[in-house]
């Protein structure tokens, strides 16, 4: 079975911090990837995705994330965190094709601070 | 437009009682979603619906657990004879159809707590 691992559970930044938040994911085979953020009081909501084509996609909020496929991860980024970018954030998988259900980390918890 | 949205928003019930929770769907969206979250832990899948149709129950931890659709509108997700291990938070999504290249988008969650 595919599971995703984001080894960082709580990360504490101040403002203008550059973030990289880490994703791994087990499955060998045709993925697409995702970041999914909270905020507080929230609901789920999508930050950027990938398919395929280029490994470096960007997203909402000055957010990106790059894939590397050798290294099976999904790691997100962004050059100088806000307040506001206080939230938690998930990674999730699914398989292509037809396959829908998406596959979480344990979310990482961000915690700007002023 | 409304997003997907879940009743109750909180539940607390008694070891042994029956739960019945409700997610209703963005309008048009065909696919719909449940996805539990145990505390400390990530979404975990427990069953889609395409349309009516359940082609992916595999996410079910028993069969105190059952959920149907009617129509290509709200769901309802049962757990019978709840248990202290079924809190949780309930999350729902839809999406306009299924496969792996729709977004899903989620509603607010039904934290469940069992006494």
């Known amino acids: 079975a595919q599971s995703v691992s984001q080894h960082n559970h709580h990360v504490i930044l101040s403002e203008a911090a550059s973030l990289e938040l880490g994703c791994n994911y087990s499955y060998g085979g045709t993925v697409n990837l995702f970041w999914y953020v909270q905020y507080p009081g929230q609901h789920l909501q999508l930050l950027l995705k990938?398919?395929?084509?280029?490994?470096l996609v960007k997203g909402i909020k000055g957010f990106e994330a790059e894939f590397i496929k050798s290294k099976f991860s999904f790691n997100l980024r962004k050059p100088s965190v806000q307040w506001s970018d206080t939230a938690e954030y998930f990674c999730?998988?699914?398989?292509?094709?037809?396959?829908?259900?998406?596959?979480f980390g344990t979310g990482t918890r961000l915690q700007v601070t002023l | 437009g409304a997003g997907v949205s879940q009743s109750p928003s909180n539940k607390v019930t008694e070891k042994g009682k029956d739960v019945e929770l409700r997610c209703d769907p963005i309008s048009g969206h065909t696919a719909l979603y449940w996805y539990r979250q145990r505390l400390g832990q990530g979404l975990e899948f427990l069953i889609y619906?395409?349309?009516?149709?359940?082609?992916?129950k595999s996410g079910l931890p028993s069969d105190r657990f059952s959920a149907e659709r009617t129509g290509e509108s709200v769901s309802t997700l049962t757990i019978q004879r709840t248990q202290q291990e079924d809190s949780a938070v309930y999350l729902c999504?839809?999406?306009?159809?299924?496969?792996?290249?729709?977004?899903?988008?989620f509603g607010p969650g039904t934290r469940l707590t069992v006494l």
């Open positions: 619906f395409q349309g009516n149709s359940a082609p992916d």
């Open positions: 999504a839809s999406s306009p159809r299924t496969g792996a290249y729709n977004e899903q988008f």
């Open positions: 999730a998988v699914n398989r292509g094709g037809t396959a829908s259900k998406l596959t």
């Open positions: 990938y398919f395929s084509g280029d490994p």
